[in-house]
Structures are given as structure tokens and as C-alpha cells.
């Protein structure tokens, strides 16, 4: 069985920084794009950063410059590197992945369970 397994989050002041990581465990193929989402109270779930197997990351404008993503190929993990946090960033924060299970299947979407970041005086 495939799990995504987030960790790192927690209670921040504002300018503060986090780091979020997420591990990918159980029997796989291999792993593609790796993403970060985030969901607030009363709002829709939004992509914050992703990145490719090959390292290519991508940004929502409202974290650029402040988020790093990046991941570890031979340990199957992610990471969100957060800094200068703001109050807007506190949410739920998702990892996302496309695995595929051998070389040979399809790949499948899959998330983990959440964790929480909340930027406050």
C-alpha cells in the first residue's frame, strides 16, 4: 500500500520560517511530479509548488520568492521550505504525487493526510 506522510508543520509568528516534508512509503515503481497544495478555512484547495522527477519547480505567484520545493529521489520525499511566512499561509497543507506502482502501470494520483500551518502573533 502507498502512503504520502507529511510532517514539519506547526505554529509560526509571521516573518517566520517552516519546512514541510513529505515521504512516500510502500511498494513502488517510481514517482513523478511532486506537488504541495493548501487549503484554508472556507476556500478551495490551490497548488502551491511542484517539481518533476528531473528537479523542474513550479510556484503560485503568492509564494514566490518565500517557498522552496525540492525532493529526494532516493529517499522518495518532498520538501516545502517556507519562509517569511504570512498570516495568509496558514492552511492545511497536502502533498501530492503521481506514482505508478511497477514500471509498467499507469500512473495514479495520490495524497496524504494533511498538516497543519498556522502563521500568528
Known amino acids: 500500500q502507498v502512503q504520502l506522510v507529511e510532517s514539519g508543520g506547526g505554529l509560526v509568528q509571521p516573518g517566520g520560517s517552516l519546512r514541510l516534508s513529505c515521504a512516500v512509503s510502500?511498494?513502488?515503481?517510481?514517482?513523478?511530479?511532486m506537488n504541495w497544495y493548501r487549503q484554508a478555512p472556507g476556500k478551495q484547495r490551490e497548488s502551491v509548488a511542484g517539481?518533476?522527477?528531473?528537479?523542474?519547480?513550479n510556484y503560485v505567484d503568492s509564494v514566490k520568492g518565500r517557498f522552496t520545493i525540492s525532493r529526494d529521489n532516493a529517499k522518495n520525499t518532498t520538501y516545502l521550505q517556507m519562509n517569511s511566512l504570512k498570516p495568509e499561509d496558514t492552511a492545511v497543507y497536502y502533498c501530492?504525487?503521481?506514482?505508478?506502482?511497477?514500471?509498467?502501470?499507469?500512473?495514479?494520483?495520490?495524497w496524504g493526510q494533511g498538516t497543519q500551518v498556522t502563521v500568528s502573533s
Open positions: 510502500g511498494s513502488i515503481g517510481s514517482i513523478g511530479v
Open positions: 501530492n504525487a503521481l506514482i505508478r506502482r511497477t514500471l509498467r502501470s499507469l500512473y495514479s494520483n495520490y
Open positions: 517539481i518533476t522527477s528531473g528537479g523542474t519547480t
